[in-house]
């Protein structure tokens, strides 16, 4: 079965970095585009970034824009976010997720459990 496990959160202090990993299983990874979305505390879903099946194009959010960086190792089954520049609104549980094509279109199918970020000095 699909298996989606996120990993790097923690905590940052404002300014710094973190870079996100998903680790996927159960389907064929370089077939489908990739997601991340977050959810901070009493907020709702935000999508966040997104990726080409072979990695060659990739979509933000204006929020995160030149500060996130998407990409994925399809030999590893795995995607990243590598974050910047980190401020303290951006606290939140980071969550990669499966499209349902091989381009971002919003459409996950599969999620992971979700990895927390927290921001703080």
């Known amino acids: 079965q699909v298996q989606l496990v996120e990993s790097g959160g923690g905590l940052a202090q404002p300014g710094g970095s973190l870079r996100l990993s998903c680790a996927a299983s159960g389907f064929t990874f370089s077939s489908y585009a990739m997601s991340w979305a977050r959810q901070a505390p009493g907020k709702g879903l935000e999508w966040v970034s997104g990726?080409?099946?072979?990695?060659?194009?990739?979509y933000y959010a204006d929020s995160v824009k030149g500060q996130f960086t998407i990409s994925r190792d399809n030999a590893k089954n795995t995607l990243y976010l590598r974050m910047n520049s980190l401020e303290p609104e951006e606290t939140a549980l980071y969550y990669c997720?499966?499209?349902?094509?091989?381009?971002?279109?919003?459409?996950?199918?599969?999620w992971g459990e979700g990895t927390l970020v927290t921001v703080s000095s």
């Open positions: 990726i080409y099946s072979d990695g060659s194009d990739t």
């Open positions: 997720a499966k499209d349902m094509k091989w381009c971002p279109d919003y459409s996950m199918d599969y």
